[in-house]
């Protein structure tokens, strides 16, 4: 099946207060502005936030982006905003409510009959289902399911790995004591992804699914994709190939306790150097390199955020997160960026945090 209201063009992408949220909708308004394709160069582009300020949402808007400040739990606000929607994104919230906003989210976008839904989620959930160690991650496959439940054909999810980039808030340590800490076994094999593949290969999905109709082909779209690496690595390997794209053979490795995980990365949050995004030149054609768009900020590293963060490295040194799928490969049409290509490429910007 193919939808054709014509009369539906716009696309809402929610949580671009959040660092995949920001990335995707840079993503597709570079190719809104640039018009790389027909059927993006005619959507409007509305993103959801919760606070619009000390994000540098402000650049999204300068390249034509609709900026909402919505309350997930006030349904009759949303239902303004996804009214005559023809697609939703949906990010999950880094919140005490996440399971309770999606829902809310998700049965509003329902009733205004919005035509193609997807979730971001992440890898691993459905092996954690019955376990209380992963309570957030739990909530991701619930949110899943009623997903499923609310849009049947006429949805797909697509679950993450941990993003390269997430590396920056361990540069300061890398940088300034030349080892990698993490609460992961040396020999426990997972992965990441470069996040500028991830949000190229969201593009190229929509582009390649809609074809020439008006809107997306949901019969042909996979119902799940998951964004990994082509081979995942243990511990010891990954933090080897980190050490050969930096220029530092003799990176070492610690593995160190959830909780001095956690303090590290709550040091990062309030850090000044995560504060702002580098003001650094427009990315070419080949989204290869790291921008401000791909830059972490502190602010994104709330305490939930956190949280679910430990229970996916956990998911890790518990060997639950050695799972691999060519769905990246496939619609990059290309091998995705490996770990020490991703690092030798950015090498400069991980410099800058000696």
């Not at 160690?133 to 679950?159: A, M, P, S």
């Not at 190939?241 to 490795?253: A, H, P, S, V, W």
Request: net charge positive; hydrophobic share 30%; with cysteine.
């Amino acid at each position: 099946m193919s939808f054709n209201t014509n009369s539906k063009n716009t696309c809402v992408i929610t949580n671009v207060d959040s660092y995949l949220g920001y990335a995707l909708a840079y993503r597709f308004l570079e190719a809104k502005k640039k018009k790389e394709d027909d059927f993006i160069a005619r959507q409007n582009i509305r993103v959801f936030c919760r606070n619009r300020s000390g994000y540098g949402l402000s650049h999204l808007e300068e390249m034509g982006a609709e900026i909402v400040e919505v309350d997930y739990e006030d349904q009759e606000k949303l239902r303004r905003h996804l009214k005559n929607v023809r697609s939703v994104a949906l990010i999950p919230e880094s919140s005490q409510k996440r399971l309770k906003e999606a829902e809310n989210l998700i049965k509003v976008s329902c009733d205004e009959k919005v035509e193609f839904f997807c979730m971001h989620s992440m890898i691993g959930v459905d092996a954690v289902e019955n376990d209380q160690e992963f309570q957030n991650l739990q909530e991701y496959l619930k949110i899943e399911k009623k997903v499923k439940e609310n849009f049947g054909d006429n949805h797909t999810v697509i679950r993450h790995t941990k993003f390269n980039q997430l590396f920056y808030f361990m540069a300061p340590l890398i940088e300034g004591e030349n080892k990698i800490a993490l609460p992961v076994k040396e020999d426990s094999k997972w992965g990441t992804v470069d996040i500028n593949d991830v949000i190229n290969a969201c593009y190229l999905l929509v582009r390649k699914e809609h074809g020439s109709h008006e809107s997306i082909n949901a019969e042909r779209m996979k119902k799940l994709y998951q964004f990994t690496p082509e081979q995942n690595k243990t511990t010891k390997e990954i933090v080897n190939e980190i050490g050969k794209g930096l220029g530092r053979e003799d990176l070492k490795y610690s593995k160190i306790s959830e909780n001095e995980l956690k303090q590290h990365l709550q040091r990062m949050r309030d850090d000044k150097r995560f504060k702002n995004r580098p003001q650094t030149q427009q990315q070419g054609e080949k989204w290869d390199r790291d921008g401000p768009w791909t830059f972490p900020l502190g602010k994104y590293l709330n305490d939930r955020a956190i949280d679910t963060a430990m229970e996916c490295w956990r998911l890790a040194d518990k060997g639950k997160a050695d799972i691999k799928s060519d769905d990246l490969k496939k619609l990059l049409n290309r091998n995705p960026h490996n770990l020490e290509e991703y690092f030798k490429k950015n090498r400069d910007q991980f410099k800058q945090f000696k």
